[in-house]
């Protein structure tokens, strides 16, 4: 019964982690459209940090703590498919890092980057998504 628990606990901050992953990049397209000092971008920087903090570094701890338990529990670490879904896990804590670092730049005023390429840094989470779901039901190898 602890194992089902602990699968619920590792969706729901699953669930948490993307949906922040997903909305921290069109922040940022907003973000970039808007005066540096400006109010609108003051309003951007606090629901930016704070989605960074609150929600999206939490529901990461989270889904690797009681990922890891899970594939612990479970002999995930012997089969084909989980050590290609870890590196794809390792990828998207890695698109993560580099959003958090975005949010500190803004935070300074000191973003270089275009719409256009967080419109594609958008995307990144996207794909790796896709590619774990994809490995955690089908198991191909």
């Known amino acids: 019964m602890v194992y089902q628990w602990m699968k619920v606990v590792h ?3 699953v669930i948490s982690w993307m949906a922040g992953l997903l909305y921290l990049p069109r922040l ?11 109010e609108a971008s003051m309003t951007f920087k606090v629901m930016e940090r704070r989605l960074l903090k609150a929600i999206m570094t939490p529901a990461m701890i989270v889904t690797w703590v009681a990922g890891l338990w899970l594939a612990v529990s479970s002999g995930a670490f012997h089969e084909g498919w989980f050590h290609a879904k870890l590196a794809l896990v390792i990828a998207l ?3 993560h890092g ?3 670092r975005h949010v500190k ?10 719409g256009r390429y967080f419109r594609i840094l958008n995307e990144v989470p996207t794909v ?8 955690v039901v089908v198991k191909p190898f």
């Not at 940022?28 to 400006?38: K, P």
């Not at 790796?128 to 490995?135: F, P, S, Y």
């Open 93 to 95: 804590s890695a698109s």
């Open 11 to 13: 969706i729901l901050a």
């Open 28 to 38: 940022f397209i907003y973000h970039v459209g808007v005066e540096a000092g400006s």
């Open 128 to 135: 790796l998504m896709i590619g774990i779901v994809i490995l």
């Open 105 to 114: 730049r803004f935070a300074r005023d000191a973003n270089v980057h275009s």
């Open 98 to 100: 580099l959003m958090a």
